[in-house]
């Protein structure tokens, strides 16, 4: 894995120059597709060293090539880590941190303001033998008193979705590392910009690739990244095989052997180009989507049609104060919204002109989905009030489109079903 020498540059210009100050084969300015399946060495000598994890290469795709390896160096420069490993999915990659180092008895705490996929994901771990206590992770606290002496990791969301939740991101890194746990941070919501996984105190970052580092809902991806900070010497489940060498490469190593080689939750070549191209303008897009998010959230929360906002940027959230501090000012593109009683949520949603109803998110294009009957609809109607969710909210991943446009497009749809 190359990394630019110059650590001193801006953030978007490290991710600009990446490839070319990298080495990009015959001078092209992007790293090319490589699409071979099996790689191929001078000497079988060669071919048994790379086996063996003694000299760098490729064997076969399925562990990574070189336009995905070019990726995984975008990601840690912008999370300023230690190393990245990509995957299929967001959940691949989430998947295979918790299959590669839990195991039956141990115990995971676990934010109970959930992605509703890694929540069903955490059902599957219950299922194997591992252990999971949803805690409220607004607050350290809970994670502290969850503790037990088979817990290994802690797992928690920087925004939560669909409710915007922030947990106590810094004082839930201070938890781990008193009590010596290893410490996963989902920071899809914030990306690296606002918040990187080595400032709260993160070993493992989890993003989902297919949102906004990619950002134009046109591929696929996941990413692990290993933040240098937590010591994979005191980790009971590395195996014997991947405790060689520095024990700060060995964390990393057995999620690449589990989740890549054994089950297979290969990015594809064609999606890691799509997902580096669209993370030049990540800095761009996410300032505008922070911009518009801010105006809209503040508009909706001004409608006597609206019962209530979800958004970390209003004063009248929660962690207002929290978000501020953390993200540098910045809260993101997630915001939730409840219908004043009586007004028809899906009504409401087809009357809508521009936004498009779907369940993706971090689109450039805004999207709008009603959660309890979509998303959110196979947890059932007791975890869904555990994790704050009414049947009315709907949730919005803003885009990048003129604000004024976006107001419009509300206002005619408000005005079309609040009568
Ligand atoms: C979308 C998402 C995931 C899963 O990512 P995929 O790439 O869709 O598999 C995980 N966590 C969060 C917070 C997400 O928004």
């Not at 020498?5 to 990446?18: D, S």
Request: glycine share 10%; net charge neutral.
């Amino acid at each position: 894995m190359t990394t630019p020498p110059e650590r001193a540059y801006g953030a978007a210009t490290r991710l600009l120059h990446a490839d070319r100050l990298g080495g990009v084969e015959h001078g092209a300015i992007h790293k090319p597709l490589h699409l071979s399946a099996a790689f191929n060495y001078p000497t079988a000598r060669e071919l048994v060293e790379v086996f063996q994890g003694n000299q760098a290469g490729h064997v076969y795709a399925r562990q990574g090539n070189p336009t995905v390896n070019a990726l995984e160096a975008k990601v840690t420069l912008l999370e300023d880590a230690k190393g990245t490993a990509t995957f299929a999915t967001g959940m691949a990659a989430i998947s295979a941190v918790f299959l590669a180092l839990l195991r039956a008895g141990d115990h995971l705490v676990c934010t109970r303001f959930l992605f509703g996929n890694t929540n069903s994901l955490a059902q599957t771990l219950q299922a194997l033998g591992v252990g999971v206590t949803f805690v409220d992770a607004t607050a350290a606290e809970n994670v502290r008193a969850a503790i037990t002496p088979a817990t290994r990791m802690v797992f928690v969301e920087t925004i939560a979705n669909p409710v915007t939740q922030v947990a106590d991101l810094d004082g839930i890194g201070q938890v781990c590392k008193d009590a010596g746990l290893l410490y996963v941070v989902d920071g899809t919501l914030t990306t690296p910009l606002l918040v990187r996984g080595r400032d709260i105190g993160a070993g493992l970052v989890v993003h989902s690739l297919s949102k906004s580092i990619g950002g134009h809902g046109n591929a696929l991806g996941g990413a692990v990244v290993d933040t240098g900070l937590f010591d994979w010497s005191t980790y009971a489940n590395i195996l014997p095989p991947y405790r060689k060498g520095p024990a700060d490469k060995w964390g990393l190593l057995q999620i690449k052997k589990k989740g890549l080689r054994d089950m297979g939750g290969t990015l594809r070549a064609e999606d890691a180009h799509r997902i580096a191209v669209g993370a030049e303008t990540l800095q761009l897009r996410l300032r505008r989507v922070c911009d518009n998010a801010l105006a809209l959230a503040r508009w909706l929360e001004a409608q006597p049609a609206i019962a209530r906002v979800y958004y970390p940027g209003l004063a009248s959230h929660p962690q207002h104060e929290r978000a501020t501090r953390l993200f540098k000012g910045d809260f993101g593109l997630l915001l939730g919204f409840e219908l004043r009683d009586g007004i028809d949520t899906l009504a409401f949603l087809d009357a809508l002109q521009l936004v498009i109803v779907s369940s993706h998110l971090a689109d450039n294009r805004t999207l709008a989905i009603p959660v309890a009957q979509t998303i959110y609809y196979e947890m059932g109607p007791q975890r869904r009030a555990e994790m704050g969710i009414a049947d009315g909210l709907i949730r919005l991943s803003v885009g990048i489109e003129d604000i004024a446009d976006l107001i419009d497009d509300f206002s005619r749809a408000l005005e079309a079903v609040a009568r």
